[in-house]
């Protein structure tokens, strides 16, 4: 079952697994057979996967840090982590088990001071997933094109699309 951040039930959810695209600043909890999709410029697009439970959550982190300011937790690096890892740790997964994959930071805004968002949130992300205690697996980040994330909670893997590349699957 997949479930958003406030933990509403998306429509469509069935045994069989279904596929829901997970917006701007939200996260979403899905477990086996599900798939969390988002599509990525600037932003970043955060997995946490236990394997052992095959149950895990996808971020689509829209800024870095959120500096004291309010506003739903997978909106900012710093808070999105964090509360991925304490709602799987509140479901059973233990902290050593979880996996990270990160995807997008593109440079979508042409160039100069305020078009490295991408990258300060790549770097956000990063140091977040290294405080908790998460280990990165897989990264496909930078550039200057949008990506497509599939995150498929059967076995954990992120096939990331972009135009005119091919597909690839971290």
Do not use: Q, W
């Not at 968002?117 to 977040?128: F, H, T």
């Not at 205690?133 to 897989?138: E, H, K, L, N």
């Not at 994330?149 to 954990?156: E, R, W």
Request: a positive charge; one cysteine or more.
């Amino acid at each position: 079952m997949i479930t958003t951040i406030e933990e509403t039930t998306l429509p469509g959810v069935a045994e069989t697994g279904v596929e829901a695209s997970v917006g701007m600043g939200l996260s979403a909890l899905a477990a086996a057979p599900d798939r969390l999709t988002a599509i990525l410029g600037s932003c970043v697009g955060v997995t946490v996967y236990c394997p052992a439970l095959r149950l895990g959550m996808l971020s689509h982190v829209l800024l870095p840090d959120s500096r004291g300011r309010s506003g739903h937790p997978a909106k900012f690096a710093d808070s999105a982590v964090r509360h991925m890892c304490s709602t799987l740790a509140a479901r059973g997964a233990k902290p050593d088990e979880l996996l990270a994959k990160i995807a997008g930071g593109a440079r979508m805004f042409g160039r100069g001071v305020h078009t490295r968002i991408g990258e300060e949130n790549v770097r956000a992300a990063v140091a977040a997933l290294d405080s908790a205690g998460v280990r990165i697996v897989a990264r496909e980040v930078g550039g200057d094109i949008g990506r497509r994330i599939s995150f498929d909670l059967s076995t954990g893997s992120v096939t990331v699309e972009s135009i005119g590349r091919e597909s690839r699957t971290m």
